[in-house]
């Protein structure tokens, strides 16, 4: 069975600082790892994907197999950054495409 | 492009009651899905289909919950009856095939109380 999970439910940080959201899965097979974002009143949408190796609105994640980590990393943290953050995980190839999502973290830049 | 359009917004319904739901998802994509989101989680796969046919359906509780996409474009998500642990929000999204690149397009979402 496929797991994620992101221990915090909840972050706060000030404007400026640098920000990691944790994620770790659990998955016997190859996975494959994105971050999903819904900032305040706009739905839920894709921010990176870690086959991608790109950074979006500032934001890096790295794929750790050994650690099973795909923690999501901001060196300056900005108010716009506050949104709801997914971290989801699926098969790599094969033809289950399904995406299993952890339970979010509520990132807060405050000012 | 709107997007994936649902509707309604918000549900209200007292138990035992029927409520549906309805999704239209991206022109052009043929995958469409329905996550149910409760409080504090992230969604959860309820079923998935390729064009009209539901390929993932297995965490669909089917004793109550019916979902249909008869002509392989819209689809609408039924619970009869529901029940009070039915609270959430629904959520469709779609995707342009199998979604190779894992992005998939979500709805603003479905939320149903059930009192």
């Known amino acids: 069975a496929q797991r994620v999970t992101q221990p915090e439910k909840l972050l706060s940080v000030f404007k400026g600082a640098p920000v990691e959201l944790k994620c770790n899965y659990s998955?016997?097979?190859?996975?494959?790892l994105f971050w999903y974002v819904q900032y305040s009143r706009q739905r839920l949408q894709l921010l990176l994907r870690?086959?991608s190796r790109e950074s979006i609105k500032g934001f890096t994640a790295d794929l750790n197999k050994g650690e099973t980590s795909f923690h999501l990393k901001k060196p300056f943290a900005q108010e716009e950054d506050s949104a709801m953050y997914y971290c989801a995980l699926r098969k790599s190839g094969g033809s289950n495409y399904k995406l299993t999502f952890g339970k979010g973290t509520l990132l807060t830049v405050n000012p | 492009e709107a997007g994936v359009v649902q509707s309604p917004r918000y549900k209200i319904i007292e138990k035992k009651q029927p409520v549906a739901f309805w999704c239209n998802p991206i022109s052009g994509h043929n995958t469409l899905y329905w996550y149910l989101q409760n409080l504090g989680q992230g969604p959860e796969l309820l079923i998935r289909?390729?064009?009209?046919?539901?390929?993932?359906d297995s965490q669909l509780p089917k004793d109550r919950f019916s979902a249909e996409r008869l002509k392989g474009v819209d689809s609408t998500l039924k619970i009869q009856p529901a029940e009070l642990g039915d609270s959430a929000v629904y959520l469709c999204?779609?995707?342009?095939?199998?979604?190779?690149?894992?992005?998939?397009?979500f709805g603003e979402g479905s939320r149903l109380t059930v009192l």
């Open positions: 999204a779609s995707s342009q095939g199998q979604a190779s690149d894992g992005e998939l397009f």
């Open positions: 870690h086959i």
């Open positions: 289909y390729e064009n009209e046919e539901a390929v993932d």
């Open positions: 998955y016997s097979g190859s996975p494959e």
